[in-house]
T-cell receptor, first 114, second 111 residues
Framework: NAGVTQTPKFQVLKTGQSMTLQCAQDMNHEYMSWYRQDPGMGLRLIHYSVGAGITDQGEVPNGYNVSRSTTEDFPLRLLSAAPSQTSVYFC?????????????FGEGSRLTVL | GENVEQHPSTLSVQEGDSAVIKCTYSDSASNYFPWYKQELGKRPQLIIDIRSNVGEKKDQRIAVTLNKTAKHFSLHITETQPEDSAVYFCAGSGNTGKLIFGQGTTLQVKP
């Protein structure tokens, strides 16, 4: 099993550009989520999904969209990138819904917005 | 919604000493409290977790305690080793689907 796979690992964008961070898991997990990590602020939840066709907002959803058309994939879209979105992004999945089980994280995607 | 506060933000100990990291949470409905370790440049990984029907849980040199009345929980690492140096995150969740993390503690174990 590959676990949770994120692409790309690194990306540089200009302000106003859009892009999609890809996340795929091969563990048949129903629960998937996106976090951003900034120095001194821990991991902040952006969006999450408890199953295909279901998504919901986390702590910091503004400027991001998600969809969950399959169990395996959970892409994160930046609609119009801003310097404040410079961060490391982690996708994570869990076998338990309700975020009450171990989260398996991807390797992270480092995004810089100029 | 849930809010998790974590202290201290940095912690430096001598090898062999104990380390304690404390977290408080706001939502009394929260019932799951994991701890994650993140080594430099790596992804976070679960090291121990506790559910609200348990007051303490141990796994070798690591233990977690939970005080539901006071809404706080703590990570205890005994006999620290240099490889324990990392960033540690606490987190809390109820049944809302949201796992909320604390701000993180950078632990340095000096040989």
């Amino acid at each position: 099993n590959a676990g949770v796979t994120q692409t790309p690992k690194f990306q540089v964008l200009k302000t106003g550009q859009s892009m999609t961070l890809q996340c795929a898991q091969d563990m048949n997990h129903e629960y998937m989520s996106w976090y951003r990590q900034d120095p001194g602020m821990g991991l902040r939840l952006i969006h999450y999904s408890v199953g295909a066709g279901i998504t919901d907002q986390g702590e910091v959803p503004n400027g991001y969209n998600v969809s969950r058309s399959t169990t395996e994939d959970f892409p994160l879209r930046l609609l119009s990138a801003a310097p404040s979105q410079t961060s490391v992004y982690f996708c994570a999945s869990s076998a338990r819904t309700g975020a009450t089980g171990e989260l398996f994280f991807g390797e992270g995607s480092r995004l810089t917005v100029l | 919604g849930e809010n998790v506060e974590q202290h201290p933000s940095t912690l430096s100990v001598q090898e062999g000493d104990s380390a304690v990291i404390k977290c408080t949470y706001s939502d009394s409905a929260s019932n799951y409290f994991p701890w994650y370790k993140q080594e430099l440049g790596k992804r976070p990984q679960l090291i121990i977790d506790i559910r609200s029907n348990v007051g303490e849980k141990k796994d070798q040199r690591i233990a977690v305690t939970l005080n539901k009345t006071a809404k706080h929980f703590s990570l205890h690492i005994t006999e620290t080793q240099p490889e324990d140096s990392a960033v540690y995150f606490c987190a809390g969740s109820g049944n809302t689907g949201k796992l909320i993390f604390g701000q993180g503690t950078t632990l340095q174990v000096k040989p």
